[in-house]
T-cell receptor, first 109, second 114 residues
Framework: GQNIDQPTEMTATEGAIVQINCTYQ??????LFWYQQHAGEAPTFLSY??LDGLEEKGRFSSFLSRSKGYSYLLLKELQMKDSASYLC??????????WGAGTKLIIKP | TAGITQAPTSQILAAGRSMTLRCTQD?????MYWYRQDLGLGLRLIHY???????GKGEVPDGYSVSRANTDDFPLTLASAVPSQTSVYFC?????????????FGPGTRLTVL
């Protein structure tokens, strides 16, 4: 079966750094996406990885290791507005996205 | 531009009734998708369309049907609603189905089936 695992909830302090992990087992791999979803809103795209390594985009970075079936999203200089759920999704061999249940990130002042 | 819109925003529906959730995008995206999101679960794909005139079944297609008569519209129909279809429904689109093409999401429809 196909499976995407993420921690259910994480707490971090404003101004700090947090790493959200994602492990996956899917039928094929055609890229990994991270999305942000604020409560009651639609998911919005953050990052895309298809090759191993780190992709940096401002305060957010995403890392991929295909051999380990592992990715992480790194958020630096945390702000209160970063309080949201972070969704990991893998594009499988049928080019469909398989989604994790999301990690709810709580930022404390 | 509006991007991707959904209607209605929310709806309470009696079990056994039918309903169509509407989705329209103005980005000229080829691919469109319908997902449902339930607490504690990831987004689950109901149906998808890689291009106008074609549709495919996702992970949870039973009880739902779709059509893609043109590029812009991708309605989702519940023929005879059941309480287990209570969920938040998101429509999404992407320029193409593969590669690094990100999916853009509509604001969602919150459906309650009683």
């Amino acid at each position: 079966g196909q499976n995407i695992d993420q921690p259910t909830e994480m707490t971090a302090t404003e101004g700090a750094i947090v790493q959200i992990n994602c492990t996956y087992q899917t039928s094929g791999f055609n890229g990994l996406f991270w999305y942000q979803q604020h409560a009651g809103e639609a998911p919005t795209f953050l990052s895309y990885n298809v090759l191993d390594g780190l992709e940096e985009k401002g305060r957010f970075s995403s890392f991929l290791s295909r051999s380990k079936g592992y990715s992480y999203l790194l958020l630096k200089e945390l702000q209160m507005k970063d309080s949201a759920s972070y969704l990991c999704a893998v594009r499988d061999s049928n080019y469909q996205l398989i989604w994790g249940a999301g990690t709810k990130l709580i930022i404390k002042p | 531009t509006a991007g991707i819109t959904q209607a209605p925003t929310s709806q309470i529906l009696a079990a056994g009734r039918s309903m169509t959730l509407r989705c329209t995008q103005d980005m000229r995206h080829n691919a469109m998708y319908w997902y449902r999101q339930d607490l504690g679960l990831g987004l689950r794909l109901i149906h998808y369309s890689n291009t106008a005139g074609t549709t495919g079944k996702g992970e949870v297609p039973d009880g739902y049907s779709v059509s893609r008569a043109n590029t812009d519209d991708f309605p989702l129909t519940l023929a005879s609603a059941v309480p287990s279809q209570t969920s938040v429904y998101f429509c999404a689109s992407s320029f193409l189905a593969g590669g690094g093409n990100e999916q853009f999401f509509g604001p969602g429809t919150r459906l309650t089936v009683l």
